[in-house]
């Protein structure tokens, strides 16, 4: 069956631009999870939706990440005004319950300039 | 807090030999506890994990781990390595199972 999906795969923007990174989740999985991961380091968790619900945002690095996931299905991840050091990959898991289990999907690469 | 420590940035067995990958975790909870391989442009792929029950967990690929509360361990082993094992592995931990708390990464090289 499909997993989880991301679009795009690469997104390059200038610095100051705004930028929408997409996440599909496998059909019917309760929960998403949005994690970036810079260059040469971990993984490090932004936010958790269980169904359309943000139940924690506290990895959000500053006011200008903003994630949604309004249908409890989709959920995209909005940086605004980018800055150099918002270049990560940034990644996408998905959960049939509330728990992890470790469905991630392939990830945008994100190149600010 | 939680936190993960991946001893060595770099590994590198020969084709055939033992693979050891070290974690050491911090947790004030009983710790879910996983390991990931990450291969070149991909996205992280779930090797094994350990939640409750039996300490030693077998997953995919021939790889296991074996969850020791008295060291606050969860070491990853193969006992014979195969070139495609070449990748990028991350250990994590979690508590009450939701977000992941990842350790920096060890990237295990094999040799022919």
């Known amino acids: 069956g499909a997993g989880v999906s991301q679009s795009p795969r690469y997104k390059v923007a200038k610095r100051g631009q705004d930028v929408a990174l997409r996440c599909d989740p496998i059909?019917?999985?309760?929960?998403l999870f949005w994690y970036q991961q810079a260059l040469g380091q971990g993984p490090e968790f932004l936010t958790y939706?269980?169904?359309?619900?943000?139940?924690?945002k506290s990895g959000l690095p500053s006011d200008r990440f903003f994630a949604e996931r309004p249908e409890g299905s989709v959920s995209t991840l909005k940086i605004q005004r980018t800055q150099q050091e918002d270049s990560a990959v940034y990644l996408c898991?998905?959960?049939?319950?509330?728990?992890?289990?470790?469905?991630f999907g392939p990830g945008t690469r994100l190149t600010v300039t | 807090a939680q936190s993960v420590t991946q001893l060595g940035s770099h590994v590198s067995v020969s084709e055939g030999a033992l693979v050891l990958l070290r974690c050491n975790y911090s947790?004030?909870?009983?710790?879910?506890l996983f390991w990931y391989v990450q291969y070149p442009n991909q996205g992280l792929q779930l090797l094994l994990k350990?939640?409750?029950?039996?300490?030693l967990v077998k997953g995919i690929n021939g790889f296991e781990a074996e969850f020791k509360k008295s060291e606050t361990s969860f070491h990853l082993t193969k006992p014979s390595a195969h070139m495609s094992d070449a990748a990028e592995y991350f250990c994590?931990?979690?508590?009450?199972?939701?977000?992941?708390?990842f350790g920096a990464g060890t990237i295990l090289r094999v040799k022919s």
């Open positions: 898991a998905s959960s049939p319950r509330d728990r992890v289990t470790g469905y």
């Open positions: 059909s019917g999985h309760v929960s």
């Open positions: 939706f269980q169904n359309e619900a943000q139940l924690d």
């Open positions: 947790s004030s909870v009983p710790p879910y």
């Open positions: 350990y939640t409750t029950g039996a300490t």
């Open positions: 994590a931990v979690s508590s009450y199972g939701n977000k992941l708390v």
